[in-house]
């Protein structure tokens, strides 16, 4: 956990998201003991009340259970508790705005496909493609068209693939392969870019 | 003015927990208030009373300024124990009224 602390709120409240983070992240699974509050309020350098107002707030959200002379621990279905009251908090008060904003821009669902991370890098017959499925045939459609131009030319020109435009970025590639004749040669990576609305790299 | 802090601990509000607790007497209401001065952004006020003895000083929550929004602190008892120790049990009221108890055991460093 880290050791700095805001002033936006209280650090009990701040402790007790660092739990949350902490369960959603995995590294605190159901079952798992939280360290006890002594140790906490020394090693963070806070009062041991302040932690127990943490631990407590976790206690009253059914996330963390205590147990008499053995400590709190995790609840069993703690993270889906807590991924069930982030979504809902998503849905309510963070879906409204982003779909307004979908609805005044006129964003389609293609466009808004496109904005998932496409990344290409070609090296010595190396393909690599991280993304949609769809964004991976782009990927190899523009692949084909590049080579049919030359890789030289196609840096720095854009490529329209399915009505998507590509940007072709490129540079050397920070490995080396080893060519069949023994001699090292330097690869040439390129990042697909979807343009005009958002760069993708 | 009495300032709770942990031996070593840094003065730095900003990076450690450090709220600071006031002790004083209102002369014209001839009574002991205690303000507590949190980092949950409020200041509660609290009554206190001594016990026969005169080992235990009470204090009850009075009222409180700044905002509730995260709780505040509700009831403390100091217990003198000797010149070198004494016993403070502080009980902090979150949200909904759900109290919050700490005991602590202070001995004077060495």
Redo the contacts between chains.
């Keep these: 956990m880290d050791r700095e602390w805001n002033d936006s709120q209280p650090i009990y409240r701040q402790l007790r998201d660092r739990v949350v983070a902490m369960i959603l992240d995995g590294v605190l699974k159901e079952g798992d003991p939280l360290p006890s509050v002594r140790n906490v309020a020394s090693e963070y350098r806070v009062n041991p009340l302040t932690v127990l107002k943490g631990y407590q707030q976790l206690v009253d959200e059914g996330l963390v259970e205590s147990k008499r002379g053995l400590g709190m621990f995790i609840n069993t279905g703690a993270r889906n508790l807590l991924l069930q009251g982030e979504r809902q908090r998503f849905l309510a008060e963070e879906w409204p705005r982003v779909h307004a904003s979908i609805q005044r821009l006129g964003l389609t669902p293609e466009e808004l496909d496109c904005c998932r991370k496409t990344q290409v890098v070609i090296g010595w017959r190396t393909v690599e493609n991280r993304g949609s499925r769809s964004a991976a045939k782009r990927s190899a459609k523009a692949m084909a068209c590049i080579e049919a131009r030359g890789l030289r030319k196609a840096f720095g020109t854009t490529i329209a693939v399915d009505g998507i435009n590509l940007r072709v970025e490129g540079g050397p590639h920070p490995r080396t392969h080893r060519a069949p004749t023994g001699r090292a040669r330097p690869q040439r990576s390129m990042r697909f870019c979807a343009s005009p609305h958002i760069r993708l790299s | 003015m009495h300032e ?1 802090q ?1 031996a070593g ?1 840094p003065l730095d509000p ?4 450090h ?1 600071v607790t006031m002790l004083y007497v209102d002369v014209d209401a001839d009574r002991l208030t205690l303000v507590h001065y ?4 409020n200041g509660p006020r609290m009554t206190g009373k001594i016990s026969p003895d005169g080992k235990t000083l009470e204090f009850d929550f009075a009222d409180l300024s700044g905002s509730n929004k ?2 505040h602190m509700y009831h403390s008892v100091f217990t003198i124990i000797d010149a070198n120790h004494h016993t403070e049990d ?1 009980t ?1 009221m ?1 949200p ?1 009224d ?1 109290p ?3 005991h ?1 055991d202070l001995q004077r460093a060495k």
């Design positions: 709770f942990e601990t900003a990076k450690y927990d709220p949190c980092d949950a952004g995260y709780g502080w902090y979150l909904g759900k919050v108890h700490g602590f």
